[in-house]
């Protein structure tokens, strides 16, 4: 190990992460400059990479899950190699530079993910290494390993007070993910002052507790560093956690070890004070020895890469089908489902629906994997041929998540954005609450991850207002590039999986019944394609319509039965899988389904926050408070949410 060079690699994190913080005025520097050693081992000799093929499938990952440190990856990118260059350094945190606040999944090649909501960072790299597992069960031949990789992750204390890190450190132990390493940065400060504020618990017991083995070292001891890694991989059965105990700031000479230093740029003086002790001769600072250091190690990534993509071809040739297989897994699209079909009549909740076409899709394409959050029956996502995913059978595709969505749902992002795998994951549409911030997150990083989310409204009855959604198909419409599909039947539901398996840039979410649904005969005969507008005519009226009546889910059937209650209308039945998607859509495509002059009523169980786009409050009828506990029939007659509540609107 040349620690002269490692130095200078840590010289040049600090003299680069300090001055391009100081540049935006604006940054973190207490982490990059805290744990300048860490990066430079880690990117010099702990990685197996090679920053000229930042798509290698087999490459080890690294998530920065305390992603405010993003100056820390910024600079490591910079000098390994992987395109970013001084000048994106020097636009940090600038509209359009790769150098984000916070590192962004896409904006340059090395971010394997988003991060910055702390906590999350540490689950997705959970998720990474479930994908690992799972790829390395389903490829690797007795003869060749194709998939061998570790994931990396840096925590701070703040991922490690973050519920989603313990949700997802006790499944990792549970599962014995033992390529797994997580580095913890512990330097006893965040912004608020000392942990002592409010964290004095033994982090390195809970850990163990949780079947983790964990290691203890210094973030200033390359060689320790290097050695509690190889410890780290020797214990193949458990995930390790490395407590480094570190100084935050490291090399401001009168702010490290404060919170001071944490989240605020070093200021003039301190910047100069720090230069002269550090000696960094010059602004955006780059050791001639750490570039020397680097160049150097190309040769050697290389071959690590031709080494595996050697094994990987004598592989392929001798097995064939594998390697089909391994191609459709990577090609990043779905193949179309043989979907179940349905009969007009069928009484079908659209979670069961669902739950059939999910089989079907998951018997298309062997790479869909995931599960549901201990709701396996009531979510209706078992797919019994897909077998349990578990330590002993990690070729299994269902993951029991245990009662942790958040956790779920962020291990879910994880898989995805490990490449090769398609996730899904499953609970009860109020409890989408409880994932939200991951959900945000698939959908910032354009992460096709599958959310079904069931028992959709008031009608699930009996289990009263803490289960009964209101406000969260508003909730959720409102995060951008999320797909919200709410379908109205057995038929409408399969179509919705098509849907959400072919969208490669977004997640979806499938809000679903409880309650049986009919189905309907629709108007359109080309209502499947119509459907990916967002909405379509389910019934037709000849002639122009008097009222055009927008309703989705399972308020289409009450729909439907209410307009037919108003003999004297005209009333055209639109089913709306999809506000947020029919509203995306031209002129055009919505006039001819809802010509604008026509008089609208809006039906839908939940809240009226949105529709009122689309028709007049009074001519909305919704949900705007909590629910009862009761038969659903019943507590949907006592909010007056009923198909002649609907009729007498329309008959007004
Ligand atoms: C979920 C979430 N809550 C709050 C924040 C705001 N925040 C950013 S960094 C930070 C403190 C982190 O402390 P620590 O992990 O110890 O980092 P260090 O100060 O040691 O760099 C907080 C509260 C955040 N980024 N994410
Ligand atoms: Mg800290």
């Not at 998939?147 to 989603?164: I, N, P, R, S």
């Not at 290691?215 to 509690?228: P, Q, R, V």
């Not at 740029?265 to 960094?280: C, H, M, R, S, Y």
Request: net charge neutral; hydrophobic share 40%.
């Amino acid at each position: 190990m040349n620690i002269k060079a490692l130095e200078k690699v840590s010289l040049t994190i600090r003299a680069l992460s300090m001055d391009a913080i100081q540049k935006a005025n604006s940054g973190h520097p207490g982490l990059p400059l805290g744990a300048a050693e860490l990066g430079a081992v880690l990117y010099g000799e702990l990685l197996r990479h090679d920053p000229s093929d930042p798509a290698w499938t087999d490459r080890d990952r690294f998530v920065l899950s305390a992603g405010h440190g993003s100056m820390f990856l910024y600079s490591l990118l910079h000098l390994s190699g992987y395109g970013i260059t001084l000048e994106d350094i020097k636009t940090f945190r600038q509209i359009g530079s790769p150098c984000a606040g916070h590192p962004e999944y896409g904006m340059a090649p090395g971010i394997e993910t988003t991060t910055g909501p702390l906590g999350q960072g540490v689950a997705m790299a959970v998720g990474m290494a479930v994908a690992e597992s799972m790829l390395a069960a389903r490829f690797n031949s007795p003869k060749h390993s194709v998939v061998h990789h570790y994931t990396y992750a840096l925590a701070g204390d703040g991922c490690m007070q973050e519920g989603v890190s313990s949700e997802t450190a006790s499944l990792a132990g549970h599962l014995g993910l033992g390529k797994l390493i997580v580095f913890y940065d512990s330097n006893k400060i965040s912004i608020d002052g000392g942990t002592e504020l409010s964290f004095t618990e033994n982090v390195a017991a809970r850990y163990e507790a949780y079947g983790w083995q964990v290691l203890k070292g210094s973030m200033y001891d390359f060689e320790g560093i290097a050695s509690l890694v190889a410890k780290a991989k020797a214990e193949t059965k458990k995930p390790s956690l490395i407590v480094l105990e570190s100084i935050i700031g490291k090399g401001a000479p009168t702010k490290q070890g404060t919170s001071g230093v944490h989240g605020s740029p070093l200021g003039a003086e301190e910047l100069a004070a720090a230069k002269v002790a550090l000696g960094i001769p010059s602004d955006f600072y780059v050791a001639p020895e750490a570039t020397a250091y680097f160049e150097a190690k190309r040769a050697e990534w290389k071959k690590a890469r031709e080494a595996w993509r050697a094994e990987f071809d004598a592989w392929s040739a001798e097995n064939p089908d594998k390697r089909k297989e391994w191609d459709a897994f990577h090609s990043g699209k779905a193949v179309p489902a043989a979907l179940p079909v349905f009969a007009v009549g069928d009484k079908i909740a659209t979670r069961t629906a669902s739950n059939k076409a999910l089989i079907a899709e998951a018997k298309a394409n062997a790479n869909l994997v995931g599960g549901s959050a201990d709701l396996q029956g009531p979510n209706a996502v078992s797919i019994p041929e897909a077998g349990i995913y578990s330590r002993a059978t990690p070729a299994g595709r269902y993951i029991h998540f245990g009662i942790r969505e958040f956790g779920m749902a962020a291990i879910s992002n994880g898989i995805q954005l490990h490449g090769g795998l398609r996730a899904f994951c499953a609970t009860f549409l109020v409890f989408a609450d409880y994932l939200r911030p991951a959900l945000r997150l698939s959908a910032l990083m354009k992460q096709a991850v599958v959310y079904v989310l069931t028992h959709d409204s008031i009608f699930i009855g009996e289990d009263g207002p803490t289960h009964q959604p209101v406000e969260h198909l508003a909730s959720l419409r409102a995060i951008p590039n999320l797909r919200v599909l709410r379908p109205a039947d057995g038929e409408e539901s399969a179509e919705a999986w098509a849907m959400a398996m072919e969208r490669t840039d977004g997640p979806t979410a499938l809000v679903l019944t409880r309650q049986n649904t009919t189905v309907f005969p629709k108007a359109d005969p080309d209502w499947k394609n119509t459907l990916r507008t967002g909405a379509y005519v389910a019934k037709q009226v000849e002639g122009k319509a008097d009222i055009v009546l927008l309703a989705t889910g399972s308020e289409v059937g009450l729909a439907l039965s209410a307009a037919a209650a108003v003999p004297g209308k005209k009333i055209r039945v639109v089913s709306m899988i999809s506000r947020e998607l029919f509203e995306s859509q031209d002129a055009k495509v919505r006039d001819l389904i809802v010509p604008p002059g026509t008089r609208t009523v809006v039906c839908e169980a939940g809240s009226r926050m949105g529709w009122e786009r689309w028709a007049k409050v009074e001519d909305i009828l919704s949900v705007d408070r909590f629910g009862e506990s009761g038969p659903g029939d019943k507590v949907a007659e006592h909010l007056g949410f009923t198909s002649a509540a609907l009729a007498a609107i329309l008959g007004r």
